[in-house]
C-alpha cells in the first residue's frame, strides 16, 4: 500500500467544502432524514448525525475528502506496524491489545500479539487467584480493595471505565484512585482504607513518572508509620510498566506485568493499564466483554463507506464543523451518570492526541486542529451550561451518548414515566430544541437553533457498549488526526513544564521562574 | 445614583482597546512585573495577572472602560435592590445572605437582612440539635449522614464547596448529593445508605423541579420498600424552597428553611442551598467563616480602582480576551484535589450567567459575550489536556488557583522535597512555561508561549478562602454581565427543552421530536 501524507488544505474536497453553501438544520430535519441519518459503531452503537448541519451534497464531499486523505488507508497501515508516531519513532499497536489486527506484527523481535495476550493471561490468572483468595496479603487477609495509583492515561480512562460498569457488575474488589502529587489526595484516598486488605497498582511506562513514584513513597511510607505486625508493603504491591523500566527489575513487588512503547497512556485503557485494575475490581469476564466491543467498533471503522462507519463519519464532520463551520469546541454529554467521568477522559484522548500545530513532518500547518472537549452528565448539564449552548454568542455541537435502558434493574414511576423515561425524554428534548429552535417575539425567549448535535446510541451500557464507545472516540480522534495530516501520537507540549518544575526543585530557576515559586512555595 | 446600561461596543475605551497594539508576554514578563501586577481579592486572596497579555497601556483603557460602563454603580445598585434581574423582574441579593449590604432591602415587604439571617438561625440550630442528638432519626437513632437532593444550582456549588472543605475538617456527618433523573446515580448513592440514620435535604426553589421531585419520591418508595419497623420516611426529609412553594405547605417535613425569588440556583450556595447540607455536613461555624470569606471578597469588589479590585480587574481582562484577542474559552484549574469539582460549579455559574445573545432591554447584541469555561486539578491536567494548552492552534487562557499549604497536615519528603512542594513547583512551571514558551529549531519541540495566565492564590483552602473564590467568581461574572450590557441573572435558554420534555412525557409530539423519542425511549 502507497499512501501519501498531505495537509488538510492541499486536498480538492476540502476547498469545494469551503465554497458550498452552508445547510439548515432546521429547513432539512425531518422524521426521514432521523432514521436515514445513522451509521452503525459497531456492537449495537449506533452513530445518529440527523442533528449536523450536513446534507446529502457535502456528505459526498467528505466521502471524497476521506478518500482523497486515504483515511482507511493509513489506518490498516497503522493496524499492520507502520511507524504512525513520527514524532517518537514508534509504533501505534493500542488495537491489538483488543485482538484486532490484519497481520501479525513484530516490534523489537516481538510478536506483539503473543506479548498482549500473554500480559493479559498473566493479569487474568492473578486476578482468579486474587477472588478466589490463593494470593493474599502479606497478613494473610484477602484483599477486599484495590487502589491505582497512576496519573493521565494511566488514570483518567481505567477511572472512567471503572464507574462507568460499577454499576452493572457488583465489584469484586473495590476500586480506589490516586493520581495528583497533590498530598490531599493520596491523604483523603489513604484514609478510609485497610492496608491489610489492599492490593495497589502501581502504573508507569516509564518508572520514573514523578507524581506516580512520589505517591507510591506515599502510600509506602504510611504503610510503614502504620506500624502493622507482619505487613510488608511491597507485598500489596504490584507494577504495571515497561520491561524495560526500572520497576520492572525490582522482584519485591508481589507481581508485574508489563507494557510496551507503541501505546501512549491515552490509549492505553484496552492494555495492561486498564487491563489490571478494571480485571482485579470487576473481573477478568467482563474485561473480556469490554474488549470485545472495542474490537467490533475497530472493525466497524475499517469500512470505506462514510455511512457504515460511524468514527469516520463523526471525524469528518467534526473537522467540517471546525474548518468551515469555525465551531471550535465539542461539548460530550452522557445521558448517564455511570459516564460522569468519561468526558474528562476523552478530553485528554482528544485534546492530548490532536492539539498540535505541527504536522506529522514537523512543519506548522495554517488551519485549525483539534477541538476543545468538555462535558458532563444530563439531565445535570441542561441545569448548568445549556443555557449557553441554547443562547450563548458561541455555537459549540454537542455529542450526546444515550442508552434505552438503566444498568441498575431498579427503576419506578412517578407520575406516569419512570425515571429513565424522564431522562430519555429530556434527552431527546434537548437534541430537537437545538437543531430546531423556536421564534419568539422577545428575543429574550428566542431560540435560533442550528446548534449542531449527534447521538451515540445503545440498549444499555454494557461492558460490550463501553469497549466501543471508547474505541469509537479512539479512532475518530485517529481519523481526524490523519485527516489534519498531524501526528496524533506524541505529545511533545507536556515536556517544558516538566522540565522547569524540575529547575524549581532543584533550585536552577531564572528570575521570571524565581518570581512566580516565591508566591507559592 | 443615575447610571446608563449601554452596549459594549459604544464604549470609547473600548474602542480604543480595539486599535491598542497588542502586547507580547515574553517581552513584558519580569520579576518585578510579577510582584507588581498583582490585586487583592479580600481574605487573604490574591489575583497575580503577570501573565496576562496586557501592559499599562491596556490596563488604563480597561480602567476608563470600568467607569464608561459604571460596574461599581451597578454593582452598588445591584446591593441596594435594584431590579437588575430585567428578565424575570427580581432582585439579585445574593450578596446579602452574607450580611454584604449598603442599606437595608426590602422586597415583598420583608427586610431581607432579617429574612436571610432568620433562615441562617434556624438551620444552626436545626444543625446543633441534629449534631447533638437531640434531633434523631424516626426509629431513635442519630443521624451520620446527609444527602442533599437538588440538582443545578442545588447541586453544583453545595457539593464543590463540601468536596472542598471535607478535608479541611473531619465532616460531623457524612454528605452524598443525588442530583441527576438518571435511576442509576439515586440506586447508586441509596446502595450504601442506612436509612434509619440518614437525613435527606430536598432543594427546589419552586417545588416543581422534575428531576428533585422524581428523586424525592424515589427515595421515599426506596426507603418504604426497605420495610423498616418504625420508620417514617418524610420525617428524614427537610425542605429547603420558597415560602409560597407546594413543598412549604406541607407539614410531614422533619423542617422547612426558605430561600427566596431575588437568587437564582448558581448564586445560591451561600443562601439556605448551600447553608443547611453544609451547616449539617461540616458544622455551623465551618459556614460561618465560609461566609465571612465571601464578605470579605464582596467589599473588596467594591473598589473602583482596578488594582485594588481583582474582580473587577478579572472581568476586564476576560472582556478584553474574549472582544478583543478572540479567545472564547477559559480554562480553570485548581492545584489542589479538594477543588476537584469546583471548575464544573464554575461552568455553570459562568456559562448560565453569561452565556446571552440579547442585552439587558432584550436588543440582540454584535459582539461575543460569555466564554466556555472547563477544568480539572493540576498536576492531573498536566497530564490531560495542558499538552493543547501548549502547542494547539487555539489559545485557551488558564485561570490557576494555588495554595501555599496543603489541606491535611500530612505532607511528606521524597527525593528532596514534598508532595507539596511538588504540586506548587509544577504549577509555577506550567505558568512560566505557557507566557515564555521556548525557541526550537525542531517545529514539534516549539514552544510559542503567548498562553495567557493568571493566578489566584492564598495560604491555605480554607472556609474563608473558600468563601473569598466562590465571590471573585460570582463577583467577575456579574462585572462582565454589566460590560456587556446583558442580563446574567436569568436564564430563559433553558425553557424550550423543559417544554419539549413534558410534550415527550405526554405522547403530545410532532413528527421530528417523535422520531429521536423512537429511537431512545
Redesign the interface.
Known amino acids: 500500500m502507497s499512501v501519501n501524507y498531505v495537509n488538510l488544505d492541499k486536498s480538492d474536497n476540502f476547498k469545494k467544502l469551503l465554497e458550498t453553501p452552508v445547510c439548515q438544520i432546521k429547513e432539512e430535519?425531518?422524521?426521514d432524514r432521523?432514521?436515514k441519518y445513522s451509521a452503525s459503531a459497531g456492537a449495537g452503537l449506533v452513530y445518529?448525525f440527523a442533528g449536523k448541519k450536513v446534507n446529502n451534497t457535502i456528505l459526498t464531499l467528505l466521502q471524497g475528502l476521506a478518500d482523497e486523505q486515504q483515511l482507511i488507508e493509513k489506518y490498516k497501515l497503522l493496524l499492520n506496524g507502520d511507524v504512525i508516531n513520527t514524532?517518537e519513532k514508534r509504533m501505534v499497536l493500542h488495537h491489538h491489545t483488543r485482538g484486532m489486527k490484519l497481520d501479525d506484527v513484530v516490534s523489537e523481535g516481538q510478536d506483539m500479539t503473543k506479548f498482549y495476550d500473554g500480559e493479559k493471561k498473566k493479569i487474568y490468572d492473578f486476578a482468579k487467584k486474587v477472588h478466589n483468595k490463593e494470593i493474599l496479603g502479606s497478613t494473610g487477609k484477602p484483599f477486599d480493595t484495590v487502589v491505582q495509583v497512576g496519573?493521565?492515561?494511566s488514570?483518567?480512562g481505567p477511572r472512567a471505565i471503572y464507574l462507568a460498569l460499577k454499576?452493572y457488575n457488583k465489584p469484586v474488589l473495590n476500586a480506589h484512585f490516586i493520581?495528583?502529587?497533590?498530598?490531599?489526595?493520596?491523604?483523603?484516598v489513604l484514609s478510609s482504607l485497610n492496608f491489610e486488605t489492599t492490593l495497589f497498582v502501581l502504573v508507569s511506562k516509564s518508572g520514573t513518572t514523578?507524581?506516580t513514584?512520589?505517591?507510591q513513597?506515599?502510600v509506602l511510607?504510611k504503610m510503614e508509620k502504620a506500624n502493622i505486625s507482619g505487613l510488608v508493603p511491597l507485598k500489596h504491591f504490584v507494577s504495571v510498566t515497561s520491561a524495560t523500566s526500572p520497576l520492572a527489575a525490582d522482584t519485591n513487588y508481589l507481581s508485574s506485568f508489563f507494557i510496551d512503547n507503541n501505546i501512549g497512556?491515552r490509549f492505553s485503557s484496552s492494555s495492561a493499564v486498564g487491563g489490571c485494575i478494571l480485571s482485579l475490581a470487576l473481573g477478568p469476564e467482563i474485561f473480556e466483554r469490554f474488549l470485545s466491543g472495542a474490537r467490533e467498533a475497530d472493525k466497524q471503522a475499517l469500512n470505506s463507506n462514510i455511512f457504515e462507519n460511524a468514527a469516520l463519519l463523526d471525524a469528518l464532520i467534526g473537522v467540517y464543523e471546525n474548518n468551515v463551520l469555525n465551531m471550535?469546541?465539542t461539548a460530550v454529554i452522557p445521558?448517564?451518570?455511570?459516564m460522569s467521568r468519561f468526558p474528562?477522559h476523552l478530553?485528554?484522548l482528544d485534546?492530548?492526541s490532536?492539539?498540535?500545530?505541527?504536522n506529522r513532518f514537523?512543519?506548522?500547518?495554517s488551519?485549525?486542529?483539534?477541538?476543545?472537549?468538555?462535558g458532563?452528565?444530563?439531565?445535570?448539564s441542561?441545569?448548568?451550561?445549556?443555557?449557553?449552548?441554547?443562547?450563548?454568542?458561541?455555537i459549540?455541537p454537542v455529542q450526546f451518548i444515550?442508552f434505552?435502558k438503566?444498568?441498575?434493574d431498579?427503576?419506578?414511576e412517578?407520575?406516569?414515566?419512570?425515571?429513565?423515561?424522564?431522562?430519555?425524554?429530556?434527552?431527546?428534548?434537548?437534541?430537537?430544541?437545538m437543531?430546531?429552535?423556536?421564534d419568539d417575539e422577545?428575543?429574550?425567549?428566542?431560540?435560533?437553533g442550528e446548534r449542531p448535535t449527534s447521538?451515540l446510541?445503545a440498549d444499555q451500557l454494557t461492558p460490550e457498549t463501553m469497549g466501543a464507545i471508547l474505541a469509537h472516540f479512539e479512532n475518530k480522534v485517529m481519523f481526524q488526526g490523519f485527516t489534519w495530516n498531524i501526528?496524533s501520537f506524541?505529545?511533545?507540549?507536556?515536556?517544558?513544564?516538566?522540565?522547569?518544575?524540575?529547575?524549581?526543585?532543584n533550585n536552577q530557576m531564572d528570575?521570571?521562574?524565581?518570581?512566580?515559586?516565591d508566591?507559592?512555595?
Chains 1, 2 share one sequence.
Open positions: 430535519l425531518s422524521s432521523i432514521k445518529n514524532g496519573i493521565g492515561g488514570d483518567l454499576n493520581a495528583n502529587v497533590d498530598p490531599d489526595d493520596a491523604n483523603n514523578q507524581e513514584l512520589t505517591n513513597k506515599f511510607n497512556g471550535k469546541n445521558y448517564s451518570e455511570s474528562a478530553q485528554q485534546m492530548e490532536n492539539g498540535k500545530s505541527v514537523g512543519d506548522r500547518v488551519y485549525s486542529t483539534g477541538v476543545s472537549i468538555f458532563e452528565p444530563g439531565t445535570n441542561q441545569h448548568s451550561f445549556f443555557q449557553y449552548i441554547h443562547q450563548a454568542t458561541s459549540i444515550g434505552r438503566p444498568q441498575i431498579a427503576d419506578m412517578y407520575q406516569g414515566s419512570t425515571s429513565g423515561k424522564k431522562l430519555n425524554a429530556n434527552l431527546v428534548a434537548q437534541m430537537t430544541a437543531g430546531v429552535g423556536k422577545n428575543k429574550n425567549k428566542n431560540f435560533d447521538l446510541h501526528n506524541d505529545q511533545e507540549g507536556v515536556q517544558l513544564g516538566k522540565l522547569l518544575a524540575n529547575k524549581v526543585l528570575d521570571v521562574l524565581k518570581s512566580y515559586a508566591l507559592m512555595i
